[in-house]
């Protein structure tokens, strides 16, 4: 695997590295070894599967406060997506910065999202399919989110929003305090 550091500390974007013959081709997408190597959480408590029939669906920007906080790797399975990650981290010198970049089953890419990141994303196919590898279960009570319109961030999302859940619209405009 081919760890590429963001312009956000600590996030990550993670290409694999097949091994080619005549049959196809054979890659690792987790090591716990290597994301321990480099500081990284490689806690494994749950998998989730989001799948979305529209292109132009955005879901996000969502995290988990503490005690709930979770570090998790997000891969598209199937169709496209353009996947963002919010630096929340108050003592981060990337607070308040987002950045982000296309996943999509032809390319393989992961990304790795730091605890204290919010992350969202939008398609950019129908029929998309997105694959999370989460290091804490998921708390109710822990869940939070940033409107993926907030003025401070000036997310530029690629293709205008089609598709958004109630709960995403109502998230605040602002960055927590």
């Known amino acids: 695997m081919k760890f590429t550091e963001m312009t956000l500390r ?3 974007v993670i290409d694999i590295e097949p091994l080619e013959d005549e049959r196809g081709f054979f890659a690792r997408t987790f090591c716990r070894e290597e994301f321990k190597a480099r500081g990284l ?10 799948f979305n029939r529209s292109k132009g ?27 963002v990650i919010v630096d ?26 730091p605890e204290g990141c919010a992350h969202g994303f939008q398609t950019l196919e129908d029929d998309s399919e997105i694959f999370y590898q989460i290091s804490a279960a998921y708390s109710p009570d ?36």
């Open 41 to 50: 959480n490689p806690d494994l408590a749950q998998c989730s599967v989001s």
């Open 142 to 177: 822990g869940f939070r989110g940033v409107h993926y319109e907030t003025p401070a961030l000036s997310i530029q999302w690629p293709l205008p929003v089609k598709v958004v859940s109630e709960r995403d619209r109502a998230l605040p405009r602002t960055l927590p305090a």
């Open 10 to 12: 600590g996030a990550f």
């Open 88 to 113: 929340l981290r108050r003592d981060s010198n990337t607070y308040g910065e987002w950045a982000g970049v296309e996943l999509s089953a032809g390319n393989r890419r992961t990304v790795y999202i």
């Open 57 to 83: 669906t955005l879901r996000g920007l969502h995290y988990q406060a503490p005690p709930h906080e979770e570090a998790k790797t997000v891969r598209c399975t199937s169709g496209a997506i353009y996947d």
